[in-house]
């Protein structure tokens, strides 16, 4: 789950860079944030998934919207929100004892 979550952490990113630097252009960026889809790559995953189809028009009508980023779900709307409490806020289990 390392390397997926280091992917996931590296797309925002990117998709940040990005923005900056074709907004001169009038292009517009756009992020699509989503935890687990249910599709086949996540069969094995004991975890909540999202609809494909909903996370499709959440994106469609995110872009139709000109979002910079689209939250498909509770989970990406979360990390997004905790981002600037650190660590501790993002994975609050490693500080409960």
């Known amino acids: 789950?390392?390397?997926?979550?280091?992917?996931?952490?590296a797309e925002w990113s990117l998709s940040n860079s990005l923005?900056?630097?074709l907004a001169?252009?009038?292009?517009l960026v756009s992020g699509l944030h989503v935890a687990y889809m249910d599709t086949d790559m996540t069969?094995?995953?004991?975890?909540?998934?999202?609809?494909?189809?909903?996370i499709a028009k959440i994106a469609i009508d995110g872009l139709?919207?000109?979002s910079f980023e689209i939250l498909a779900d509770n989970m990406s709307r979360m990390v997004q929100k905790n981002f600037a409490?650190?660590?501790?806020e993002i994975y609050p289990q490693l500080f409960e004892q």
């Open 1 to 9: 789950m390392g390397a997926y979550s280091a992917a996931k952490s």
């Open 19 to 21: 923005r900056l630097e």
């Open 24 to 27: 001169p252009k009038n292009i």
């Open 43 to 54: 069969a094995n995953i004991k975890a909540p998934k999202s609809n494909p189809a909903e």
């Open 64 to 66: 139709e919207a000109n």
């Open 85 to 88: 409490g650190g660590v501790k």
